[in-house]
């Protein structure tokens, strides 16, 4: 027996020491473990501009002088049309135009003395252009070209900068375009780069960089024109880094130049409450109202939550229920319920596509929610049937149940269906100061038991009805109890016999309001 003890200590011992190692060794307390698995992070979508297509031409020798670009396939109205041109020229700063119908911007152009040129064109497609897209190079010259299809851009702005051109009219094998340097996020940076050289092979190197595409002129010598093309992602703004480039060949003279194209700008939602406006918009708490609204987004799938608040402003209302995370649409509603609520209110949403800055509307008027009401009447109350002979009437008392801004009311009627109210004139002299001011007359209504009910001519008013009012609020009111009393003999209006205990819980019954 005294081994099994020794051992039991032994163990409780063992556990101790190992726990507080734990503890004092500094490991992550359990409850602040990661969760496993661990919460799937969302991420945003790129909005980087894409290159979608392009088409491509070359020519060269004393005959055939342009390039004719097709369109390239799958454009649409809104991508952006850019079209290289790199020309191995024979005349100083000649620079060719676009022989088409359409307008196109030149961005920029660039040359070395007679060594090599560029150019480079921009349009927003309609998806009217017309195709080929020709170019006149100078006769005898050798030229390469595209027309890229860049879709998600600006179509405001789509060159965000243009670099300096950087080149030399003396051989060389490599080079450096220098960066540009952008001021918003998502840009797709372009390298443009041509030389007048024979065959070869062509590399970009830096950051990021890659060779899309190179072109050379159909004939092959050393003296013809040779251009390639890379891009990159610029997520953030910021330098783009410098491109630097070289050749398995000899360029005789080259230029190059980095150019960023802006993205398509993400539009923050649009969000309008037409509903309610204050005109018929008056319903009964425990009704439900529509909430209409429009809501669009042209990026991005927003929804809306609505919220009510008393003053129109702040946004610091309450949310509504039921009308949270409500979808896009024109005229679209959602059905508010009112239970429980009272009062003149704004209606208020909020919108967020978590790109830009959250969007709120507030409704143009009001929506009044009249509180949920129900009276009750009850049967006579003759004086002369209180037993001891009485002289006066002396007090009205009830029990209630209230709670959540729900409330009971009593008034003193003259006939069965308590359409008659006693005037107040006939409760003059009977002390009500323990009645709060708003309901310290018959016509009001009495809100706090018991009433003085001593001054009330018996004669005139030997028969009274007592009338009953519950408005709910948040809460449902329950009339538990209600009676009169004299001052000689105090009885209870629905107590004493079995016979009228079971009257009073049938009464009873009737004066549970709820909603």
């Known amino acids: 027996m005294f081994k099994l003890k020794i051992r039991k200590l032994l163990k409780i011992f063992l556990i101790f020491v190992l726990v507080s190692s734990w503890l004092l060794a500094g490991w992550p307390p359990i409850w602040l473990n990661p969760r496993i698995p661990p919460k799937i992070q969302e991420a945003q979508a790129a909005t980087v501009p894409i290159v979608e297509s392009y088409s491509t031409d070359t020519t060269?020798?004393?005959?055939?002088?342009?390039?004719?670009?097709?369109?390239?396939?799958?454009?649409?109205?809104?991508?952006?049309?850019?079209?290289?041109?790199?020309?191995?020229?024979?005349?100083?700063?000649?620079?060719?135009?676009?022989?088409?119908?359409?307008?196109?911007?030149?961005?920029?152009?660039?040359?070395?003395?007679?060594?090599?040129?560029?150019?480079?064109?921009?349009?927003?497609?309609?998806?009217?252009?017309?195709?080929?897209?020709?170019?006149?190079?100078?006769?005898?010259?050798?030229?390469?070209?595209?027309?890229?299809?860049?879709?998600?851009?600006?179509?405001?702005?789509?060159?965000?900068?243009?670099?300096?051109?950087?080149?030399?009219?003396?051989?060389?094998?490599s080079g450096n375009i220098p960066e540009v340097t952008t001021t918003v996020n998502n840009c797709l940076i372009l390298a443009v780069h041509g030389f007048d050289g024979s065959d070869g092979n062509t590399t970009f190197s830096g950051t990021g960089w890659s060779v899309?595409?190179?072109?050379?002129?159909?004939?092959?010598?050393?003296?013809?024109?040779?251009?390639?093309?890379?891009?990159?992602?610029?997520?953030?703004?910021?330098?783009?880094?410098?491109?630097?480039?070289?050749?398995?060949?000899?360029?005789?003279?080259?230029?190059?130049?980095?150019?960023?194209?802006?993205?398509?700008?993400?539009?923050?939602?649009?969000?309008?409450?037409?509903?309610?406006?204050?005109?018929?918009?008056?319903?009964?708490?425990?009704?439900?109202?529509?909430?209409t609204y429009t809501l669009s987004d042209p990026d991005d799938a927003a929804t809306v939550d609505f919220y009510y608040d008393t003053d129109g402003s702040g946004l610091d209302g309450t949310a509504i229920s039921g009308c949270q995370d409500q979808a896009e649409g024109t005229n679209a509603t959602c059905s508010w319920d009112t239970t429980g609520l009272g009062g003149n209110l704004y209606v208020y949403g909020i919108t967020d596509d978590g790109v830009n800055d959250p969007v709120s509307d507030y409704s143009p008027g009001q929506i009044t929610i009249k509180a949920s009401t129900g009276t009750v009447c009850s049967s006579a109350i003759t004086f002369s049937d209180f037993p001891g002979s009485p002289t006066a009437w002396n007090e009205l008392f009830w029990t209630e149940t209230e709670g959540g801004g729900a409330s009971v009311t009593m008034q003193i009627a003259s006939n069965a269906d308590c359409s008659s109210l006693i005037s107040d004139g006939a409760f003059s002299g009977c002390d009500f100061s323990n009645q709060p001011e708003a309901n310290n007359t018959n016509s009001e209504g009495f809100a706090t038991s018991p009433v003085d009910i001593s001054c009330l001519d018996e004669g005139s008013y030997g028969v009274i009805y007592l009338k009953t009012t519950l408005t709910a609020g948040t809460g449902s009111p329950t009339l538990d109890d209600w009676g009169v009393s004299v001052p000689e003999n105090p009885w209870l209006l629905f107590g004493l016999t079995p016979f009228l205990l079971g009257l009073m819980r049938r009464f009873r019954k009737k004066m549970e309001f709820r909603v």
């Not at 195709?131 to 879709?151: F, K, N």
């Not at 040779?226 to 610029?234: H, N, R, S």
């Not at 000899?250 to 969000?271: F, H, K, M, R, S």
Request: charged share 15%; glycine share 12%; with cysteine.
């Open 60 to 173: 060269g020798g004393t005959t055939d002088t342009t390039v004719s670009l097709a369109m390239p396939s799958g454009l649409a109205a809104g991508d952006l049309i850019l079209v290289i041109f790199i020309d191995e020229q024979s005349n100083t700063n000649d620079c060719p135009a676009i022989t088409s119908p359409d307008a196109y911007t030149q961005i920029t152009h660039g040359n070395n003395s007679a060594d090599v040129q560029a150019a480079i064109y921009w349009r927003i497609a309609t998806g009217s252009e017309t195709w080929p897209l020709v170019i006149a190079g100078t006769t005898g010259d050798y030229a390469v070209g595209w027309a890229l299809r860049i879709s998600g851009v600006d179509t405001a702005d789509p060159i965000h900068q243009t670099g300096s051109w950087a080149g030399v009219g003396a051989t060389a094998t």
């Open 212 to 291: 899309d595409q190179t072109l050379e002129d159909p004939v092959d010598n050393t003296g013809g024109a040779y251009a390639v093309w890379g891009q990159k992602d610029l997520a953030t703004a910021g330098g783009s880094v410098s491109c630097d480039w070289s050749t398995d060949v000899t360029a005789d003279g080259w230029v190059g130049i980095q150019i960023a194209i802006t993205p398509n700008p993400n539009e923050a939602p649009t969000l309008s409450i037409s509903q309610p406006d204050g005109v018929d918009d008056t319903v009964t708490a425990g009704t439900s109202y529509n909430i």
